[in-house]
């Protein structure tokens, strides 16, 4: 089956602690992106990539970091410095102008 | 700045009643509208994309259409498997690959 994979689903994190979230897709998509769902909030833009080792900041990349090493991965890692990490966070990627999205991993910070 | 409004917040229907679901946007030149489902504690179910003002698509009870201002999603004789937060984002010609979303509009079907 083609499709978005993250992991984990669900991630407890203790203040202090780095944390990465892993986004693997075999749609063979070129571009990826990370978002964060907030209760009551839309969807915000974290970082995307259009390309292997290639990526950007989207509106509230702070406190965070990306790597694009491989077509098929884009792990997203939470650092120390993010100051409200507790979130849903959903990673997509674009093919024929259509986006789709992984099932998404729920972090909260103890 | 890109903004995405939809309203309302929240709207609850009986079996069967139709409505629709508004989606205002402002855009620095739109490149495309899209339309999701979203069940609590997953992922956005990809519905829609529009790209110009007059376009309609169509899916099972689902009917989306497009003006120069504003989207509207309508539901015709919905079931209660039709509820779920129904997510509206837009993405700008030129400006980052990323999509610009609204709050959502939850909606409940009641049997």
């Known amino acids: 089956d083609g499709g978005i994979t993250q992991s984990p689903k669900y991630l407890f994190r203790k203040e202090g602690q780095n944390v990465t979230l892993s986004c693997e897709q075999n749609?063979?998509?070129?571009?990826m992106y990370w978002y964060r769902q907030d209760p009551g909030q839309g969807l915000r833009l974290i970082y995307y990539?259009?390309?292997?080792?290639?990526?950007q900041k989207g509106d509230i990349a702070e406190g965070y970091s990306v790597s694009r090493e491989k077509k098929e991965s884009f792990p997203l890692t939470v650092t120390s410095a993010q100051k409200n990490p507790t979130a849903f966070y959903l990673c997509?990627?674009?093919?024929?102008?259509?986006?789709?999205f992984g099932p998404g991993t729920r972090l909260t910070v103890l | 700045e890109d903004q995405v409004t939809q309203s309302p917040e929240a709207l609850r229907l009986q079996e069967g009643e139709s409505s629709s679901l508004n989606c205002s946007y402002t855009v620095s030149g739109l490149r495309g509208l899209f339309w999701y489902r979203q069940d609590p504690g997953k992922g956005p179910e990809f519905l829609f994309t529009l790209y110009s003002a007059g376009e309609e698509k169509e899916k099972e009870r689902l009917k989306a259409t497009l003006t120069k201002k504003e989207s509207f999603l309508h539901i015709t004789a919905p079931k209660p498997e039709d509820s779920a937060t129904y997510l509206c984002?837009?993405?700008?010609?030129?400006?980052?690959?990323?999509?610009?979303f609204g709050k959502g509009t939850h909606l409940i079907i009641q049997p």
């Open positions: 997509a990627s674009t093919g024929n102008n259509e986006q789709f």
């Open positions: 749609l063979n998509h070129d571009a």
């Open positions: 984002a837009v993405q700008a010609r030129g400006g980052a690959d990323g999509l610009t």
């Open positions: 990539s259009q390309i292997v080792n290639d990526f």
